[in-house]
Protein backbone atom coordinates (compact mmCIF):
# COMPACT_ATOMS: atom_id res chain seq x y z
CA UNK A 1 0.00 0.00 0.00
CA UNK A 2 1.33 3.62 -0.73
CA UNK A 3 1.47 6.39 1.64
CA UNK A 4 -0.78 8.77 -0.07
CA UNK A 5 0.99 11.43 1.37
CA UNK A 6 4.26 10.48 -0.45
CA UNK A 7 5.80 11.74 -3.46
CA UNK A 8 4.67 9.40 -6.47
CA UNK A 9 8.20 10.79 -8.62
CA UNK A 10 11.31 9.06 -7.24
CA UNK A 11 13.77 11.42 -5.69
CA UNK A 12 16.41 12.72 -7.99
CA UNK A 13 20.02 11.72 -6.57
CA UNK A 14 22.07 14.53 -6.44
CA UNK A 15 25.03 12.32 -7.62
CA UNK A 16 22.67 12.76 -11.12
CA UNK A 17 22.15 16.36 -11.37
CA UNK A 18 24.89 17.86 -13.73
CA UNK A 19 27.11 20.45 -12.05
CA UNK A 20 25.79 23.57 -14.47
CA UNK A 21 22.38 22.54 -13.25
CA UNK A 22 22.94 22.99 -9.59
CA UNK A 23 25.00 26.62 -10.09
CA UNK A 24 22.00 27.76 -12.48
CA UNK A 25 19.31 27.19 -9.66
CA UNK A 26 21.52 28.84 -6.86
CA UNK A 27 22.07 31.64 -9.29
CA UNK A 28 18.32 32.37 -9.80
CA UNK A 29 17.65 31.57 -6.54
CA UNK A 30 19.91 34.68 -5.52
CA UNK A 31 18.45 36.71 -8.51
CA UNK A 32 14.96 36.19 -6.87
CA UNK A 33 16.11 37.56 -3.47
CA UNK A 34 17.94 40.20 -4.58
CA UNK A 35 15.00 41.10 -6.66
CA UNK A 36 12.79 40.82 -3.53
CA UNK A 37 15.03 43.22 -1.44
CA UNK A 38 15.31 45.67 -4.49
CA UNK A 39 11.16 46.37 -4.06
CA UNK A 40 10.75 44.60 -7.61
CA UNK A 41 8.55 41.07 -6.62
CA UNK A 42 4.85 41.90 -7.74
CA UNK A 43 3.41 40.69 -4.13
CA UNK A 44 5.88 42.71 -2.39
CA UNK A 45 6.79 45.91 -4.07
CA UNK A 46 7.56 48.46 -1.13
CA UNK A 47 9.93 45.81 0.04
CA UNK A 48 13.03 47.21 0.32
CA UNK A 49 16.61 46.28 1.75
CA UNK A 50 19.23 47.44 0.29
CA UNK A 51 21.72 46.12 2.74
CA UNK A 52 20.33 42.25 2.24
CA UNK A 53 20.58 43.07 -1.52
CA UNK A 54 23.47 44.12 -1.80
CA UNK A 55 24.77 40.84 0.30
CA UNK A 56 23.07 38.86 -2.63
CA UNK A 57 24.15 40.56 -5.61
CA UNK A 58 28.09 40.29 -4.14
CA UNK A 59 27.24 36.71 -3.88
CA UNK A 60 25.92 36.31 -7.43
CA UNK A 61 28.76 38.28 -9.21
CA UNK A 62 30.94 35.90 -7.37
CA UNK A 63 29.49 32.53 -8.13
CA UNK A 64 28.83 33.57 -11.54
CA UNK A 65 32.55 35.08 -11.92
CA UNK A 66 33.98 31.56 -10.13
CA UNK A 67 31.65 29.41 -12.49
CA UNK A 68 32.11 31.00 -16.13
CA UNK A 69 34.35 28.54 -17.87
CA UNK A 70 32.08 25.63 -16.16
CA UNK A 71 28.98 27.09 -17.02
CA UNK A 72 30.10 28.18 -20.49
CA UNK A 73 28.83 30.80 -22.71
CA UNK A 74 25.43 29.54 -23.72
CA UNK A 75 24.27 29.78 -19.52
CA UNK A 76 26.41 32.13 -18.52
CA UNK A 77 24.98 34.94 -20.83
CA UNK A 78 21.78 35.33 -19.28
CA UNK A 79 22.79 35.16 -15.95
CA UNK A 80 25.11 37.71 -16.66
CA UNK A 81 22.21 40.04 -18.06
CA UNK A 82 20.33 39.48 -14.57
CA UNK A 83 23.47 39.88 -12.71
CA UNK A 84 24.11 43.55 -14.72
CA UNK A 85 19.59 43.91 -14.25
CA UNK A 86 20.40 43.49 -10.50
CA UNK A 87 23.30 45.56 -10.28
CA UNK A 88 21.45 48.88 -12.28
CA UNK A 89 18.41 48.33 -10.18
CA UNK A 90 20.38 48.57 -6.89
CA UNK A 91 22.09 51.81 -8.33
CA UNK A 92 18.46 53.05 -9.35
CA UNK A 93 16.97 52.22 -5.83
CA UNK A 94 20.04 53.56 -3.87
CA UNK A 95 19.68 57.26 -2.43
CA UNK A 96 23.64 57.52 -2.01
CA UNK A 97 25.36 56.09 -5.15
CA UNK A 98 28.12 53.85 -5.00
CA UNK A 99 31.70 55.04 -6.33
CA UNK A 100 32.00 53.23 -9.61
CA UNK A 101 33.54 49.51 -9.32
CA UNK A 102 32.00 50.30 -5.79
CA UNK A 103 28.70 48.31 -6.26
CA UNK A 104 27.03 45.36 -5.59
CA UNK A 105 28.99 42.93 -7.43
CA UNK A 106 31.38 44.93 -9.24
CA UNK A 107 34.73 43.92 -7.79
CA UNK A 108 34.01 40.78 -10.25
CA UNK A 109 32.05 43.10 -12.75
CA UNK A 110 33.48 45.92 -13.05
CA UNK A 111 31.82 49.12 -12.75
CA UNK A 112 28.36 48.78 -14.08
CA UNK A 113 26.36 52.05 -16.02
CA UNK A 114 23.10 52.52 -17.73
CA UNK A 115 23.37 51.88 -21.47
CA UNK A 116 23.45 55.31 -23.53
CA UNK A 117 20.42 54.46 -25.46
CA UNK A 118 18.09 55.01 -22.28
Not at 48 to 55: F, G, N, P, V
Amino acid sequence: MTDPGANPQPSRDIADVPSVEIISTAALHLMSAAAVHLGLAEDLPEHKDLDEARSLIDALAGLLDASAASLGHHHAAPLRDGLRSLQLAFREASSIPDEPGQGPGEKFTGAVFPSASR
